[in-house]
């Protein structure tokens, strides 16, 4: 069952088109990360979403229902959504036991205020029940947000870069309680970050955006193992990048020539090495290390393929505490990406 779908939307500020025929489809109690670079277009697509926008082109489902096309326009507060910003949007003057029993809209005061302690429970927070929300921390006031936005269980949560004001220990734990909460309560969710590894952690599903329009579809790792360009394969990690033309089949590399999947013969092609494709192997290239880098978790390598001159990074796992002068560095092909120019 699909609880949000959009269909061809696009929409253009001042003759500027910022999104550009999208379509996405969310299912019930599915995490879909719309995911791109400052300003491809994923806050407007969301805002459509939710009627904050008024549509432009296209159509917007809810469970099934058109809520917005040509015809039609649902208001915000009858879409059945939760909505959750970067920006917490807490009433300064409500106790936080008030601001999340805001929203549920059945039951006396009473019931209401049970059903919101309840969600303050779910998300850690019920002892700051009676406090006011300028005495918690950013992480306490996003929890509420959360808890606020889903009291009323909502079909549908849309949440807009809301874990990029946390800083990063603390980002990471929200990120994953919010994640098994969202997952416990089956709420279909789409979230708009611009980073690669929030996407990669939180998604079901992930829908890459770049100038309005979406580039790739798919699994977190479909879209790290199988990205369909350049852009995809960059926007996830760093890459050592070469340029050269197939011959045979196959493109020319310094760990020797690297199969092209049918190009033709004298096509341009641009080949992208992952860091962590480059490790040390005892057949391997034979490389000069230029310097050696520790990032605590793995040693960023730099070096010398001797054969070609080509200038390289490698990823290695653990600490390289003293790094030899010359290394003999192997290619896992898995994370090499050829593309016709
Ligand atoms: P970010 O990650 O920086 O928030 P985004 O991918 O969410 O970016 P949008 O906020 O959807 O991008 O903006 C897409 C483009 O539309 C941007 O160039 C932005 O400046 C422009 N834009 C957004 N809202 C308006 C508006 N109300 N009027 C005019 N231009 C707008």
Same mark, same amino acid.
């Given at each position: ?51 904050? $926008?008024?549509? +432009? ?12 096309? +040509? ?14 910003? +970067? ?15 805001? /929203? ?13 302690? @309840? ?9 700051? %029940? ?9 992480? $306490? +006031? ?29 980002? @990471? ?21 611009? @980073? ?17 329009? #979406? ?25 050592? $990048? ?13 760990? /020797? ?8 013969? /004298? ?15 005892? @057949?391997? %290239? ?7 880098? #520790? ?47």
């Amino acid at each position: 069952m699909t609880s949000l779908s959009l269909r061809s939307i696009s929409h253009a500020f001042d003759d500027r088109k910022v999104v550009d025929d999208v379509s996405l489809d969310l299912g019930t109690g599915e995490i879909l990360c719309l995911l791109g670079p400052s300003g491809c277009g994923k806050t407007t697509t969301l805002r459509i979403a939710a009627g904050l $926008e008024e549509l +432009q082109h296209g159509t917007v489902f809810m469970d099934g229902q058109i809520v917005a096309d +040509q015809n039609v326009l649902v208001p915000p507060e009858e879409r059945g959504v939760g909505l959750v910003f +970067q920006d917490y949007a807490l009433f300064p003057h409500l106790k936080v036991i008030d601001n999340v029993a805001f /929203g549920v809209e059945n039951g006396n005061t009473d019931a209401k205020r049970r059903r919101a302690m @309840d969600m303050l429970e779910r998300v850690g927070m019920s002892h700051h %029940a009676h406090d006011y929300p300028h005495m918690l921390s950013g992480g $306490e +006031q996003q929890r509420v947000a959360l808890a606020r936005a889903l009291a009323p269980e909502p079909g549908v949560m849309l949440m807009d870069e809301p874990f990029s004001g946390l800083d990063v220990r603390l980002r @990471d734990r929200v990120r994953d309680d919010t994640l098994a909460l969202l997952k416990e309560m089956q709420t279909a969710t789409l979230l708009v970050t611009h @980073d690669p590894e929030e996407a990669m952690r939180m998604a079901d599903h992930i829908a890459l955006m770049k100038d309005g329009r #979406i580039v790739q579809q798919g699994t977190p790792v479909d879209l790290y193992n199988r990205p369909v360009d350049a852009f995809v394969t960059r926007f996830f990690s760093e890459t050592n $990048e070469m340029s050269g033309k197939v011959s045979n089949g196959a493109a020319p590399s310094p760990f /020797g020539d690297l199969p092209t999947n049918g190009l033709a013969d /004298g096509t341009g092609v641009s080949i992208l090495i992952r860091p962590e494709a480059l490790s040390p192997k005892r @057949d391997g %290239a034979p490389t000069k290390i230029l310097s050696s880098r #520790i990032l605590g978790a793995y040693t960023l390598v730099r070096f010398v393929v001797e054969s070609t001159g080509t200038e390289m990074t490698a990823r290695v796992p653990g600490v390289l505490e003293i790094a030899p002068e010359n290394i003999n560095v192997g290619l896992d092909r898995s994370q090499c990406f050829i593309f016709p120019h």
